[in-house]
């Protein structure tokens, strides 16, 4: 994948492709100009089929930066939305996207302490990802259990520390309580059941027919979102409805969950899977909200991205707690599909039919 002379000019009024480069390698001292890196390019909104593939030049780090060589990163609907263009926190394009990593340490900055070379490290990086190298700030990697693998580790940064916050921080969930989780094969789904179920929480997962056994697995109750309006289905099994609502579909589905919960039971809105605009994005954010409050429920929306930059102690706190349960077999990610980075627009696509479940991950060799 190379880009075409039309792209390399310019797409949408952005920069063309070789400005951006040529300020790369000014950057660079000359005697690394030499030294390059593999990294798969979003220069517009589009589909799977717009990310091509270039050649940067090799950067050192700052003097609080390491510099991480890639070995695996987390494929999600994060993602999606940047090519979409939809995801307000992504910068402008062309960039390079990948919201998580899981690498190894090639360079460490001057004034950098507590990272040495060879060490493997995680990160939520936002964008970046989908490369064989990235430069951050150290501040922003987490040192990888030995217990953990690569793959393990690019699956778990956004997808179990997204259940995680939900739980522990956002509803506060007690043992004994119920709670629903839509699009519940998906990545962040199968983590939140894998962890409800640790917590002692009675959970039940939406999804289709043909993911009810991957919903079982994790010891939730299946419900066939496809045979009913939801809440009716959910009050079918919980009469009084259930304490907790973790919604990742987000648009028309948002009244239906308000309505599966119990009075004073809390929707915790942290996707958008039915909605296709940013003005949709917003709709759905204030149905949430204010729409369980005016039906005597509680609401409120998660993003990791928007917590993250706020405050990045709270993900440093709780990635270390969810390697120790992978560690000691309490949990295991489910693994969709892996994918060499070369491969990257068939993990894209296999994400946007929804076939699979779990997480999907690019390898990096």
């Not at 004994?176 to 917590?199: E, I």
């Not at 039915?274 to 039906?295: D, E, F």
Request: charged share 20%; aromatic share 6%.
């Amino acid at each position: 994948m190379q880009f075409s002379e039309n792209e390399a000019r310019g797409i949408n009024g952005s920069m063309p492709m070789e400005d951006h480069v040529s300020l790369l390698i000014e950057s660079t001292t000359p005697e690394l100009v030499h030294r390059r890196y593999r990294a798969v390019m979003l220069p517009r909104i589009g589909g799977p089929e717009v990310l091509r593939s270039v050649d940067l030049p090799l950067p050192e780090p700052g003097p609080k930066q390491l510099r991480v060589r890639i070995r695996a990163a987390g494929v999600g609907s994060t993602d999606l939305m940047m090519l979409a263009g939809r995801y307000n926190y992504a910068p402008p394009m062309p960039f390079v996207p990948g919201y998580e990593i899981a690498g190894v340490v090639d360079a460490v900055g001057a004034e950098v302490k507590d990272f040495r070379i060879g060490q493997r490290v995680a990160a939520l990086t936002l964008h970046g990802g989908f490369a064989e190298t990235i430069v951050r700030d150290a501040e922003h990697f987490i040192p990888i259990s030995d217990g953990v693998s690569d793959v393990q580790a690019a699956a778990t940064v956004l997808n179990y520390v997204t259940a995680w916050q939900m739980i522990h921080r956002v509803a506060k969930v007690q043992p004994g309580q119920t709670a629903l989780v839509t699009g519940a094969a998906g990545g962040v789904g199968t983590a939140a059941l894998q962890l409800l179920r640790l917590t002692g929480v009675k959970a039940y997962g939406a999804a289709s027919p043909a993911k009810h056994d991957v919903i079982r697995k994790f010891g939730a109750t299946p419900i066939d979102y496809r045979k009913g309006r939801l809440d009716r289905l959910v009050r079918a099994c919980e009469p009084h409805g259930v304490d907790v609502v973790f919604d990742a579909v987000g648009g028309s589905n948002v009244t239906p969950c308000i309505k599966s919960l119990r009075v004073g039971g809390m929707l915790v809105g942290f996707g958008f899977m039915n909605v296709r605009s940013k003005s949709a994005i917003l709709a759905s954010i204030a149905n949430t909200l204010l729409g369980a409050r005016l039906r005597g429920r509680r609401g409120a929306f998660y993003g990791i991205t928007m917590l993250y930059r706020k405050d990045p102690k709270p993900l440093r706190e709780d990635l270390p707690k969810i390697f120790a349960l992978i560690e000691d077999g309490s949990i295991d990610p489910l693994i969709d599909a892996v994918f060499p980075l070369s491969s990257v627009r068939e993990a894209m696509e296999r994400l946007a039919a929804g076939t699979g479940a779990g997480k999907i991950v690019l390898t990096v060799s």
